[in-house]
């Protein structure tokens, strides 16, 4: 009997050993799995496009907006924007080293480095450790690198793939590192960090004039719209390096941009890619949609969705170069952080009118900075009904008791309690808050959230982050599938 018993224990135990074999078996097989296709499926072109501050309710809101369904959609499926009919899904955790919240410069240096920092440092650790940059290890293999984007080119997130600095407002720093980074495209905004302190609008502490610099670098200055479109590219990487800056600060808001000044973040992404493309040995891309951000800070949810499609479109500049290299293009979306809290369908029913923010055709806060500057009441009102297609007379005692106490606090000299917001002005909050409500879309914060955000992709080795991830890690399963060491 005890033999038997003891020969049954046997067969039970080593069962149980067989079972525990196959489970690490399996496990041991999925890492030789990604580890293999972290070799044989290296991209040769990568673009790495940040919706800043781009939450899934600023993705959802711009598809809503562009199927132009109203807010009635009577069962009708939506036509997915470009990144998101990629067919790797993923979320990434955003938090820094420091907060749970971060900011672009924490955010864009896990994106760009694999390594968590606090807020506002770019490009190094909390204790002042020089980071490299998956960019930078990609110019060190040989590859052409650029940086494209809405805000300055000296902004948090172009800063973190080539500029290391405890803090992200040393743009005038930034800018000068960007100049010694070897970076082949620069496109955005932001000259004034590289005029000498002494030109109009210089925002330098020196009389460094970084053009001068770029050009003894071989470098193509292209600092307006029709020279950046009339640029052809020669065929020769050493020769069609590009640097175009299209406005002092950041580039306009999409809704407000006038073409002949200032190119599309499409159309940069464009040239960008002609240029690099030139490269045989490869190229790697960050495309930037800053300014999604920046219409998240002020509330303006029309500004999110304009700027949101224009990013969408970069995307589709990225998407019909992969359509002609599938086996060698890896394309991420991701996005920094969540900014605003923006929730779609507020106050007690089940109800969304985004048709209200299709008919705006510009922000309120150029409206309000026009009514600051002039005080003209009559033009106020002429202005926001041909930006919104709303009448004075349209408007509700509420709606205009709620302008007419941001015009009486604007006289009264009373400024906005928001640091959060650029150029906030509060006749544009209120007429910003009109439409919003009208929309019903509302907003938990001014600044960033703590939300995991939503990435997609498509391409080589993009299976690699279709789950739940933190920003660090999409960093360093870049660099390893680029062959860049960290």
């Not at 196959?22 to 290296?42: I, L």
């Not at 040239?271 to 495309?287: P, R, T």
């Not at 995991?452 to 599938?481: C, K, Q, W, Y």
Request: hydrophobic share 40%.
């Amino acid at each position: 009997m005890r033999n038997k018993l003891s020969l049954k224990l046997a067969v039970f135990v080593l069962f149980a050993a067989i079972l525990a074999c196959g489970v690490n078996f399996k496990t041991d097989m999925s890492a030789a799995s990604t580890a293999q296709a972290e070799v044989t499926e290296r991209p040769k072109y990568v673009f790495y496009l940040i919706g800043d501050g781009m939450g899934q309710s600023h993705r959802t809101i711009a598809t809503i907006a562009k199927n132009n369904i109203g807010s009635a959609p009577k069962g009708q499926a939506l036509k997915p924007l470009t990144m998101d009919s990629f067919p790797v899904i993923g979320m990434n955790t955003t938090q820094s080293y420091d907060q749970l919240v971060t900011d672009s410069a924490a955010a864009g240096t896990a994106l760009a480095c694999g390594v968590k920092t606090d807020n506002k440092s770019i490009g190094q650790t909390p204790d002042g450790k020089r980071l490299k940059s998956v960019l930078e290890g990609a110019r060190d293999n040989g590859w052409s690198t650029g940086l494209v984007t809405t805000t300055r080119i000296t902004h948090a997130t172009p800063a973190a793939f080539a500029a290391h600095i405890d803090h992200r407002d040393k743009e005038d720093q930034i800018a000068a590192q960007l100049v010694d980074s070897g970076v082949n495209v620069l496109l955005g905004g932001g000259e004034r960090f590289f005029l000498p302190q002494s030109a109009k609008g210089s925002k330098r502490k020196d009389e460094r004039n970084l053009y001068d610099e770029l050009k003894a670098k071989n470098y193509n200055v292209l600092n307006t719209a029709d020279a950046l479109r009339n640029f052809k590219p020669s065929g020769n990487p050493a020769n069609d390096k590009l640097i175009g800056l299209y406005n002092n600060s950041h580039l306009t808001w999409d809704i407000d941009r006038d073409p002949a000044k200032e190119p599309s973040l499409a159309e940069l992404t464009q040239k960008a890619v002609d240029v690099l493309s030139e490269n045989n040995n490869g190229f790697f891309l960050m495309v930037e949609g800053g300014r999604i951000d920046h219409a998240a800070h002020q509330h303006d949810a029309a500004g999110i969705i304009k700027d949101t499609l224009a990013f969408d479109d970069a995307v589709t500049v990225a998407y019909n170069f992969y359509l002609k290299h599938p086996k060698e293009t890896l394309i991420l979306v991701v996005a920094d952080h969540e900014t605003g809290g923006l929730g779609l369908g507020t106050m007690n029913d089940y109800f969304l009118d985004p048709s209200v923010l299709n008919n705006v055709h510009g922000t309120m806060e150029k409206i309000g900075q026009a009514y600051n500057k002039h005080k003209n009441i009559d033009q106020l009102w002429s202005d926001f009904h041909a930006a919104s297609g709303i009448s004075y007379a349209s408007l509700s005692s509420e709606e205009k008791a709620r302008v007419e106490q941001a015009i009486s606090d604007t006289k009264s000299g009373v400024t906005p309690w928001n640091d959060n917001i650029e150029a906030e002005t509060l006749v544009g909050s209120a007429l910003t808050e009109i439409l919003n409500s009208r929309a019903h879309v509302g907003f938990t914060t001014y600044a960033h959230t703590g939300s995991a955000v939503p990435l997609t992709a498509i391409g080589s080795g993009s299976t690699l982050f279709g789950r739940l991830l933190d920003n660090t890690e999409v960093g360093r399963n870049l660099a390893n599938l680029m062959n860049v060491k960290l």
